[in-house]
């Protein structure tokens, strides 16, 4: 965690422009499941909508 | 759980919307991904990192009303979450909502919320929309209809809807085939209608989704290899927000 706060610290050490503005904004990258043959991750909406919510105490839904 | 509503901008989940109405009397709630913790497949909860008295008292929702982004900077600060739609990433910063979470399940690194408060730059939109009010959505390809969208596949680590489903219905023997949302050229919200960059054949010859068979990431190497296009995985994925 302290390395990605560092490096966000860095990011915006390097590019201090306004924020508010969205101009200023850099383009969002992500990358995820960079490889095939990883372990299955998608699920079905409505396969979710059938679980239970379950809190730290209790069921809430 | 009775929906979900996630954004049309960036194709995410950004909320479930919970029937508490069994202890909490004719309530909806709204959870974060924010809250979610790590999902079994074999499993029948979604565990939350947040306590009953917490959802109790959480800031009420009205299901029938679009959520505002005034309401869900006070749900945010309910929660002492970061904000996701002043960042670079997926979620503020990060691209998993779960990046900025320690082990307790909350968020220390609240600090660098200062510069996680900046909006998109898109005014108070929050561009949330119902996966339910979905359903049912026409398909339109380059040459006509293809069907109608059945559902969406989404991926639990970003909450990134990464396919929808879609029903060919008489069109093509009710087969199921899978689009990408980063193949929508546009959608018409007051008319219900979806129109993706393909084109009728090329979906017709596509593979076919069945929802009882696995589907691992060869499955989707082969669609989008059908479709001629690099596959989200493949390459950074560059999205630039209005």
């Known amino acids: 965690m302290a390395a990605q706060c560092q490096k966000i610290d860095q990011y915006w050490a390097a590019n201090s422009g306004d924020r508010t503005k969205p101009s200023a904004m850099p383009l969002a990258r992500y990358r995820d499941r960079p490889t095939p043959g990883e372990p299955e991750m998608l699920r079905s909406v409505e396969k979710l909508e059938g679980l239970a919510i379950g809190a730290t105490d209790g069921a809430i839904g | ?242």
């Open chain 2, 1 to 242: 759980m009775k929906d979900f509503y996630f954004d049309d901008e960036a194709w995410v989940i950004r909320y479930m919307v919970v029937d508490s109405s069994k202890w909490l009397s004719g309530r909806n709630v709204l959870i974060s991904p924010y809250s979610i913790g790590k999902l079994s497949w074999d499993g029948d909860t979604i565990p939350v990192t947040v306590n009953k008295e917490q959802v109790k008292n959480s800031p009420g929702i009205d299901s029938a009303l679009p959520v505002s982004r005034q309401y869900e900077a006070t749900y945010m600060g309910y929660y002492q979450y970061p904000h996701y739609w002043g960042g670079t990433g997926l979620w503020g910063d990060a691209n998993y909502p779960g990046a900025w979470r320690n082990d307790a399940g909350s968020y220390p690194y609240l600090g660098y919320q200062g510069y996680l408060h900046a909006p998109r730059g898109d005014g108070d939109d929050p561009h949330l929309r119902s996966c339910q009010a979905v359903k049912g959505y026409h398909i339109r390809a380059k040459d006509g209809e293809i069907g109608h969208v059945q559902g969406f596949l989404v991926d639990d680590a970003s909450w990134s809807i990464r396919y929808l489903i879609v029903n060919t219905s008489n069109w093509w023997m009710g087969h199921q085939v899978l689009v990408s949302p980063e193949w929508i050229q546009d959608i018409d919200w007051a008319e219900s209608v979806v129109t993706v960059d393909l084109d009728r054949q090329a979906v017709k010859n596509a593979p076919v989704y069945d929802p009882l068979v696995p589907f691992p990431r060869d499955a989707e190497v082969s669609i989008y290899g059908h479709y001629g296009r690099n596959g989200y995985w493949a390459e950074p994925t560059v999205r630039e927000f209005a």
